[in-house]
């Protein structure tokens, strides 16, 4: 019994080490692990009473994906497993999920056919009731496209009741090149009284209007608001309607580019060339006039990495509002790298950590240096690593969702699900802290997950 003791107590003080130190004061948040051994959690979408949906597609998409019900996020426990709703592919995994109302609009990957599906599914009256689908979209891609993930984020339509925008992304076709105008991505829908169709262009974001006030959803628009993107995963509305939305940067130099201030003709130990970059559409230019240019692949923030200065390439593209570059601090270079989803920060948080939206990054070097937490402030415009990279306790950060009090995250590798809040102890305390949770909290929510 007493090395279950020790491995508890030693386990909740690494626990205590999630955050970075270095850069954030830890002992003003406190951390839970919702769940562990998730089979590759994506998304996560916190509910109003409290409970909590993750996304898991175990066996990388090719077995049965299924939405987990946690019924309360802050206490461990076992998971009620919501019956799969009826369409979800066997051969795909989820990815993301907007709430729209009563409906939720599912993403998938597929991992075999090429077409990508966003389900709107009706949950039922419990969480561990069979879920509806309602009507089905339908993304076919044509052959070797490269970036064809669904992102996901929905908002009332403004002034029209039973309305949604879905704001979708239409990947680049290849990493470093603008997607022939040619290569198109049909757009087709089943179950919906106004059946879409249309062709969408690569290296773009759309936004699809669903009423859902009818019997049936009908599909009354689809406007490209967004042009000159790589790679969209995470994208969130603001509590003002400013859209935010982060893209993976591009992989290598593109044709005819050139590494700004420097004699290099490549990226140093094999980095991008260009920094991820968090961009912002205001809630007055989203969907109004011609969609807003972000730049790919011709104008970008170089990646300042082994002597390569972070200099403007090209001109003419919406800037973004922050670029994640390299951190040197006293344990070494630090790179965040892959953004994936995007959450507001929680406004309970402590004040330089409750105004600006927390990005995760799935990083992807063997072994991977790159995963971990951003911050971006509102109030300072910087970006802070809030969980640094070539931290052992993350591996893969995919799922980023909040509240007005918490923060939750999802390790895809590991299947940990964690939750962070606001904790406010006595200055200097962060050791006490950590082993009153080992000793008491740790100990505690360990026999109820047993």
């Given at each position: 019994m007493r090395y279950l003791l020790l491995a508890v107590f030693f386990a909740e003080i690494a626990r205590c080490g999630l955050i970075n130190a270095d850069a954030v004061n830890a002992s003003m948040f406190s951390v839970t692990t919702v769940e562990s051994g998730v089979g590759l959690p994506t998304d996560l979408l916190p509910l109003s009473s409290g409970g909590l949906w993750v996304n898991s597609s175990p066996g990388y998409g090719y077995t049965q994906s299924q939405m987990l019900y946690f019924p309360t996020p802050n206490t461990v426990g076992a998971p009620v497993y919501a019956p799969t709703y009826a369409g979800n592919p066997t051969n795909g995994m989820l990815t993301g999920t907007a709430a729209m109302g009563n409906n939720l609009a599912v993403g998938t990957f597929q991992t075999a056919d090429g077409v990508n599906t966003i389900n709107i599914v009706q949950p039922g009256a419990t969480p561990a009731s069979p879920m509806t689908t309602v009507a089905t979209l339908q993304m076919t891609y044509p052959s070797a496209w490269e970036h064809n993930t669904v992102g996901l984020a929905a908002r009332p339509t403004p002034g029209v009741s039973g309305s949604y925008d879905l704001i979708v992304n239409v990947g680049a076709e290849g990493d470093n090149t603008a997607t022939p105008a040619g290569d198109m991505v049909t757009l087709t829908g089943t179950g919906f009284a106004a059946t879409p169709s249309a062709s969408l262009h690569g290296d773009s974001l759309y936004m699809i209007r669903i009423n859902t006030?009818?019997?049936?959803?009908?599909?009354?628009?689809?406007?490209?608001?967004?042009?000159?993107?790589?790679?969209?995963?995470?994208?969130?509305?603001?509590?003002?309607?400013?859209?935010?939305?982060?893209?993976?940067?591009?992989?290598?130099?593109?044709?005819?580019?050139?590494?700004?201030?420097?004699?290099?003709?490549?990226?140093?130990?094999?980095?991008?060339?260009?920094?991820?970059?968090?961009?912002?559409i205001s809630a007055s230019q989203l969907g109004v006039g011609a969609p807003l240019n972000f730049g790919y692949p011709t104008c970008y923030t170089q990646y300042a990495y082994g002597g390569v200065p972070g200099a403007q390439v090209g001109s003419g593209c919406v800037q973004p509002v922050a670029v994640f570059q390299p951190v040197t601090n006293g344990t070494g270079t630090h790179e965040l790298e892959g953004p994936t989803d995007i959450a507001m920060a929680p406004t309970s948080f402590p004040a330089g950590f409750n105004n600006g939206i927390f990005i995760g990054f799935a990083g992807g070097e063997t072994p991977n240096d790159e995963a971990g937490l951003a911050y971006y402030s509102f109030d300072t415009g910087s970006v802070t690593q809030f969980i640094q990279s070539e931290n052992p306790m993350v591996t893969n950060i995919i799922g980023v969702?909040?509240?007005?009090?918490?923060?939750?995250?999802?390790?895809?590798?590991?299947?940990?699900?964690?939750?962070?809040?606001?904790?406010?102890?006595?200055?200097?305390?962060?050791?006490?802290?950590?082993?009153?949770?080992?000793?008491?909290?740790?100990?505690?929510?360990?026999?109820?997950?047993r």
């Open positions: 006030a009818g019997p049936q959803p009908a599909v009354t628009n689809v406007q490209q608001v967004a042009t000159g993107i790589r790679n969209v995963y995470g994208m969130t509305f603001a509590p003002n309607g400013d859209f935010y939305f982060a893209d993976n940067a591009i992989d290598q130099i593109p044709p005819g580019g050139a590494l700004v201030g420097t004699a290099l003709t490549s990226m140093p130990d094999g980095e991008p060339p260009q920094a991820d970059e968090l961009n912002k969702s909040s509240t007005s009090n918490a923060l939750f995250l999802s390790d895809f590798v590991s299947g940990n699900v964690f939750e962070i809040q606001s904790a406010v102890p006595e200055p200097g305390s962060r050791w006490l802290v950590c082993l009153g949770v080992a000793l008491f909290g740790g100990l505690g929510l360990r026999k109820a997950h």
